[in-house]
């Protein structure tokens, strides 16, 4: 059975919306990089080292990284090579299941966030100014909501001029309390009240904005860690999850970010937003393989729903769609 006949009876299994939020979030990566794709095999009648110096320009074009690239090529090569694939457009499946492989490879590939099943679970979120975080946390917040646990939050940005009512606005939306202390007040404390506001009523989830300030990258990172620590000391074993948002929009930017978070903070997962507004949907893949660092959910639209938990094979369907339907409608 071909691997887009696979992919396409697998995402079947899965709810219909969904699919169709990652065909539609990624149509920007698609047409680029899919795009591109189709120009490339529909040019060459035989594939050489040229197709696959080309092959090299679309994917580092798509920001999959360098080192993804190399990998992948290296890859594609053996399998041509074994396969005896004659025909270049045979080659666009092979690249997309080598793409799942390349995501799936090494610990921890689970979207899945973990879970306290003895009591309150505890979420940190982390992230520079302007990647969308607190909309993030109000999408999260709605997720969970949607689980029906009982959701709070805590304003833990309390230096960033507009930020707790950016918040308090999500939690009215959302319908979950918020809490909160005077701008400019000790993040550490917010959090402190926050563990025990959250206890008392009982709450499944509490969401911990935090501030995202560069300027001064030591006092956010100082200040990062006192808050982690506080949430230890509070409920033992939390943080249940570190989760980095990331913009997608800044591509190579975003990998930055990220090992400067992970140095202090121990990033568990990431949160990958505008992931519809860009056409490089391959940081994904660098994301993966250079941090060793699950993507947990993606932003594939302005809809409070359009928060996604990721799937490697929901993805490059996303990016390969077109194909896999026509390979599906013919019966291959």
């Known amino acids: 059975m071909s691997f887009f006949k696979k992919l396409k009876e697998k995402i079947t299994h899965q709810t ?67 396969r005896n ?25 689970s979207s899945t966030l973990q879970m306290n099943e003895d009591g309150l679970t505890v979420y940190l979120i982390v992230g520079v100014n302007g990647v ?38 999500w939690g009215e939306r959302v319908g979950v309390p918020v809490i909160k202390q005077g701008e400019g007040s000790d993040p550490a404390a917010v959090m402190y009240d926050a563990v025990q506001a959250a206890r008392a009523r009982g709450a499944d989830v509490l969401l911990c904005d935090t501030a995202g300030r560069l300027q001064n990258k030591v006092n956010l990172m100082n200040e990062l860690s006192k808050v982690k620590r506080v949430i230890e000391r509070e409920v033992p074993g939390a943080p249940h999850e570190v989760l980095l948002v990331l913009d997608a929009t800044t591509g190579q930017n975003a990998l930055v970010q990220a ?13 990958l937003t505008k992931l519809d507004g860009t056409a490089k949907g391959g ?50």
Not at 40 to 58: A, P, Q, W
Not at 85 to 108: H, T
Not at 259 to 271: A, D, Q, W
Request: hydrophobic share 40%; no cysteine.
């Open 132 to 169: 969308g975080k607190t909309t993030t946390i109000g999408k999260l917040a709605n997720h969970f909501k949607s689980q029906g646990k009982s959701v709070v939050l805590a304003a833990g940005d309390t230096f960033r001029a507009g930020a707790i009512e950016q918040l308090e606005v």
């Open 85 to 109: 694939i004659q025909d270049p457009r045979e080659v666009q499946e092979v690249i997309s299941e080598k793409l799942v492989d390349i995501y799936e490879a090494g610990d921890d590939t």
């Open 259 to 271: 090992k400067l978070f992970n140095e202090t903070t121990n990033v568990s997962g990431i949160v």
């Open 16 to 82: 219909d919306s969904v699919t169709e939020k990652f065909k539609d979030g990624l149509t920007k990566t698609r047409d680029n990089f899919t795009g591109k794709v189709n120009d490339l095999v529909s040019r060459y009648r035989k594939i050489d080292e040229d197709f696959f110096e080309e092959l090299e320009e679309i994917l580092i074009g798509a920001d999959v990284g360098f080192d993804v690239v190399m990998t992948l090529v290296e890859q594609l090569k053996t399998e041509v090579k074994r």
């Open 283 to 332: 940081i994904v893949l660098a994301i993966r393989h250079e941090l060793h660092i699950p993507v947990k959910f993606v932003g594939l639209g302005e809809q409070m729903d359009d928060l996604q938990p990721f799937q490697a094979e929901h993805f490059v369907y996303g990016l390969f769609s077109d194909l896999v339907e026509e390979k599906d409608s013919a019966g291959s």
